[in-house]
């Protein structure tokens, strides 16, 4: 048996957790720091007419009020998505001259104290000439439409074709049926536990600048900060975050509140702090989804499929966030079509500039959408041309390997079919019948749906890692990759242990910072295993070649003689040996090496879902009762940990579907749902015990065989939450609803059906 990689090692981390001694941004004491806070806008969309700061300026225990004609030097914020043609407006730190959705950045007020800074925005006089303002991404796009960019005519960002829509259009024309479907995949407020917050400190000395903030993905926020805000280089950057509170993604990306803070400690000469409350966070962060889609799927007279044709409209915001149209417009690209056999599919994306927060990727980022239409494509066939949901996705299901996808993936490996089979048979779907007579017999509906889902993980091409023997005993892991709570302490130390044959107690883990960790690309794409993890093992068998060498030198053998087992090496046959530890420590300093994994290969994760969910027709209200997971992650490193990602991935994607919506009124443009009071998260009395089987079909694509794992819960959720509800309510003539199905949706459905 495998000391660590495949076993259930609890977490690391959580003692310090557990016990109170977790770091994060708010714990951290900063001598000297004054309070910074960002005066946002009341309305989605006016002229700036006028701005005075002078009776804020005047208040005792104020530093500074600026605006954007503080930072004119300063250069706007990039979009790195790499989409094209793309058009992006600049977005700086401060509105110039208009603002563009509720909550865009003003002024900055720096003081004192959080108290003293508040009470001074409330100084600041700004005069303002409302606007018309467009919420929706499709109203957005239609002549007569406010315009938000007088360089993006019809409030277009981009319009790209993928696919093949000659094949696809040919392809229809032979089908005996085509199902359309119109879905929306509604919006959604990011709500990590920990909101953002930053320290930013200027050392006038070395005109460097450090900035410590609740934030992922450190070396591409420095790079962006450095090239194109600050035009300076990136060694004058410290990046580094602390213990962060969850991010889903939306840490990940470059933002105003960075810049100002950098910008203020630098003109003021002290150190400079913000923390978001929560409903800040809810206009102040990038939210999530907001896709349109209208899909036809074709299919011949046996049920095969034969085309599948989407066009969407991603509403992108007031701005494009830095990698917000690469969820719409690229990733989602990758997963059309799903685990499902399709010859020909084409694609037609729009992403529409709306006077709301701007968008970017939240976890899954494009694969939940994609799998979404396609799903619900497919449950609307079954249920329209009268075929069995699972034996309908079972003919169609892709079945040898390796395939190409009609969108250009070679899927290397899976067990699609395998997956559906077991899911079926563990949620007992034969009993369901029963199950639902009982209900009947209560008043109650009860649904019954399946679901598929295929992951596109990778993320960013190519990661670091860095391996070092220390003179202290302990075996430094510096990574490029960084866990907001994905459990990274435990599942890397894990790897190198196993691979070194040392104590998981010699590990040292190092992230998140850009000092301390030569490069990386963060979290994101369930890339961490995938890319981070190979990463490793790459730099830990470049050290070992190099300790390998030193062995046999003071062992005077040969290197073929040497046998590396349980930390040390020895020579074969003989008992001599020397532990890699002391070699460290003869060679004088730390024995180490950084290595960048290269390589921009997909691996893909996938599984079948099944729910089931009873509906009271009295009041709407759905209550999910059972749920299913067949999953296919690859080879497991620590399967708690992996089920831990698929639980907290399956409840977000239930909220989704049952519970979040962000809603902005139509009119002005107000975010109507802009605190927890109003947006519905989650609870644990809204989900029920869930049953997951991890099957490990290991991948080439990786010396770990290891496949992501950390968006796959919410790309397969929605569709199978939704498949159930809809098989609920199919008896009493409800044939379409869209996310989120709230009771008093349900209730309204039933009523219009009666």
């Not at 926020?221 to 602390?242: G, Y």
């Not at 890692?465 to 220390?470: D, G, I, L, P, S």
């Not at 883990?509 to 995938?530: C, E, I, N, W």
Request: with cysteine.
């Amino acid at each position: 048996m495998s000391p660590y990689i495949g076993r259930s090692v609890r977490r690391l981390e959580d003692f310090r957790f557990l016990t109170g001694r977790g770091r994060y941004l708010a714990d951290i004491a900063c001598l000297g720091a004054l309070w910074g806070h960002v005066l946002r806008s009341p309305h989605a969309h006016a002229l700036i007419k006028r701005l005075d700061t002078t009776a804020a300026t005047g208040l005792d225990g104020v530093r500074g009020v600026f605006t954007s004609a503080d930072l004119a030097g300063l250069g706007p914020m990039p979009c790195m998505a790499a989409v094209s043609p793309l058009i992006v407006p600049p977005r700086f730190a401060l509105a110039v001259e208009r603002v563009r959705h509720v909550g865009d950045p003003v002024a900055f007020v720096v003081a004192d104290s959080t108290e003293i800074a508040r009470e001074a925005a409330e100084l600041v006089e700004v005069e303002y000439e409302a606007l018309p303002a467009v919420v929706d991404g499709r109203a957005a796009l239609v002549d007569g439409a406010p315009q938000l960019w007088p360089q993006a005519p019809h409030n277009t960002a981009f319009h790209i074709q993928k696919g093949d829509a000659a094949a696809a259009a040919a392809a229809m024309k032979q089908a005996a049926h085509i199902v359309e479907i119109e879905v929306m995949n509604n919006r959604v407020v990011v709500a990590p536990v920990e909101t953002r917050a930053g320290i930013a400190r200027y050392d006038s000395a070395t005109d460097s600048f450090d900035l410590e903030l609740t934030g992922q993905g450190l070396h591409g926020i420095r790079r962006q900060l450095a090239e194109f805000v600050f035009k300076l280089p990136p060694d004058r950057f410290h990046l580094h975050a602390p213990d962060v509170g969850g991010g889903f993604g939306t840490k990940n990306f470059l933002y105003p509140e960075w810049i100002l803070l950098l910008w203020a400690a630098r003109r003021l000469g002290q150190p400079v702090r913000w923390e978001a409350d929560r409903t800040e966070d809810f206009v102040a962060s990038a939210q999530g989804r907001d896709i349109f889609a209208t899909a036809r799927l074709g299919l011949a007279a046996d049920g095969r499929f034969l085309a599948l044709d989407i066009e969407m409209v991603a509403n992108h915001g007031a701005y494009l966030s830095g990698n917000g149209p690469g969820a719409a417009a690229v990733a989602a690209s990758t997963a059309h079509g799903g685990v499902y056999d399709i010859p020909a599919i084409a694609v037609d994306v729009r992403g529409a500039f709306t006077n709301t927060v701007p968008v970017d990727a939240y976890r899954g980022a494009g694969k939940p959408e994609a799998n979404y239409i396609t799903e619900r494509c497919i449950e609307a066939a079954a249920r329209t041309l009268g075929f069995d949901p699972a034996e309908l996705r079972r003919k169609n299901l892709i079945a040898s390997f390796p395939h190409k996808t009609a969108m250009g993936l070679t899927i290397d490996s899976g067990g699609f079919v395998d997956n559906l089979d077991r899911a079926v048979a563990q949620a007992d779907v034969a009993g369901f019948v029963a199950r639902r007579t009982e209900a009947k017999a209560r008043g109650k509906l009860l649904g019954l749906g399946i679901a598929c889902f295929l992951e596109t993980s990778r993320g960013a091409p190519n990661e670091g890692a860095e391996v070092r023997f220390e003179t202290d005993g302990r075996v430094t892991v510096a990574v490029g990759t960084e866990s907001n709570g994905q459990g990274h302490e435990t599942a890397f130390a894990q790897i190198a242990a196993e691979r070194l044959g040392l104590p998981i107690e010699t590990i040292r883990y190092v992230q998140a910072d850009t000092l301390k960790v030569k490069s990386g690309a963060g979290h994101g794409g369930a890339r961490s295993m995938h890319m981070g993890g190979a990463a490793v093992v790459k730099a830990m068998d470049a050290t070992l070649a190099r300790a390998r060498t030193t062995a046999a030198r003071l062992l005077q053998a040969s290197e073929a003689e040497l046998v590396l087992d349980a930390g040390a090496f020895s020579v074969r046959g003989s008992e001599r040996r020397i532990e890699l530890l002391s070699i460290a420590r003869e060679s004088g300093a730390a024995l180490g090496e950084h290595v960048m994994n290269m390589t921009d290969v997909f691996t893909f994760p996938s599984g079948c879902h099944v729910a089931e969910i009873e509906v009271d027709p009295e009041t709407g209200a759905a209550t999910l009762v059972r749920y299913t997971a067949i999953d296919d992650y690859g080879r497991l490193i620590n399967p708690m940990l992996t089920e831990g990602q698929v639980q907290g991935g399956v409840a977000q994607g239930i909220g989704q579907a049952l519970l979040e919506h962000t809603v902005y009124d139509p009119e002005s443009g107000q975010l109507l749902s802009g605190s927890l009071t109003d947006y519905a998260l989650p609870r644990a009395d809204d989900l029920p015990a869930f049953d997951i089987a991890l099957v490990e079909r290991p991948t080439d694509a990786n010396p770990l065989g290891v496949k992501g794992s950390g968006q796959a819960g919410c790309i397969a959720a929605p569709q199978t939450v939704m498949a159930a509800l809809l098989d609920a309510l199919e008896p009493a003539g409800v044939k379409h609803l869209d996310m989120p199905a709230t009771p008093e949706k349900i209730w309204k459905a039933l009523r219009r059906s009666a």
